[in-house]
C-alpha cells in the first residue's frame, strides 16, 4: 500500500520553510496530500491570496525543489465553524492518508482524536521562514521577502502584484 502523508498549511504564501517542510516529509511517506486550509479567505492581511493563487504558488515551488507533481495532491479545503468534525471534513475532500505531519498545535490535537499518527517536523529557520514575517515585510515595502521565498513564487507575486494588494487592503479610506 501506497504510505501516504497529510500537511495542512494555508501557504499565505508558500515559503522556503514550507518546501523544507515538505521535503522532510518525503523521506517518510511516498505520496504527500497538501490542503491548503482556510480556501474561502483572500484579500485579507491575513489571508491575502485566493486558494486558486495558492495552488499555482505550490505548484512552482514544488516544481522548483525538484518534487515530483504525480506524488503530491494539492487540495484547498475551506474553514469551518466545528473544529471537532474539521479533520472529517478534510478526509471528505483528501484521498485517504495514514500520517498527518504537524506543527500547528490544534491541527495535531484534532487529527490525534481521531486515532492519526502524528508527526512533527522540525522548525527550518522558524524565526526568518514563516508567512507572517513575508507578510510584514511586504507590507513594509521591504524586498527581503523575496528571499524567504522561492524564486517561481516570487516572480508568480510580483505578476500578480501581490505586494500593491496586501498594501492597499491596510490602507485606511
Ligand atoms: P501555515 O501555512 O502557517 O503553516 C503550515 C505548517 O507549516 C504548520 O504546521 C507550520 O508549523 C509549518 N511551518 C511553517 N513554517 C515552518 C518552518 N519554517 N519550519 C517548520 N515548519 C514550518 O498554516 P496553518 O495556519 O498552520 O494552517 C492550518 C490550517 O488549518 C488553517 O487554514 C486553519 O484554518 C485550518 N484549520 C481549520 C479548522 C476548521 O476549519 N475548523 C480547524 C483547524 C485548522
Known sequence: ??????????FQPPHLGHIEVIKWCFRHVDELV???GSAQESHTLKNPF?????????RLALRDAGIRADKVYLI???DIAMNFVWPRYVE????????VFTRNPLVARLFSEY??????PPSFSR?????THVRELMLAGNDRWR?????????????IKGVERLQQIAMKD
Open 1 to 10: 500500500m501506497v504510505k501516504r502523508g497529510l500537511f495542512v498549511g494555508r
Open 34 to 36: 497538501i490542503v491548503i
Open 50 to 58: 485566493t486558494a486558486g493563487e495558492r495552488i499555482e504558488m505550490l
Open 76 to 78: 484547498p479545503v475551506p
Open 92 to 99: 471528505l475532500f483528501a484521498p485517504r492518508f495514514q500520517i
Open 115 to 120: 486515532g492519526y499518527k502524528i508527526v512533527e
Open 127 to 131: 524565526e526568518e521562514y514563516s508567512a
Open 147 to 159: 528571499q524567504l521565498v522561492p524564486r517561481s513564487v516570487e516572480k508568480y507575486i510580483d505578476n
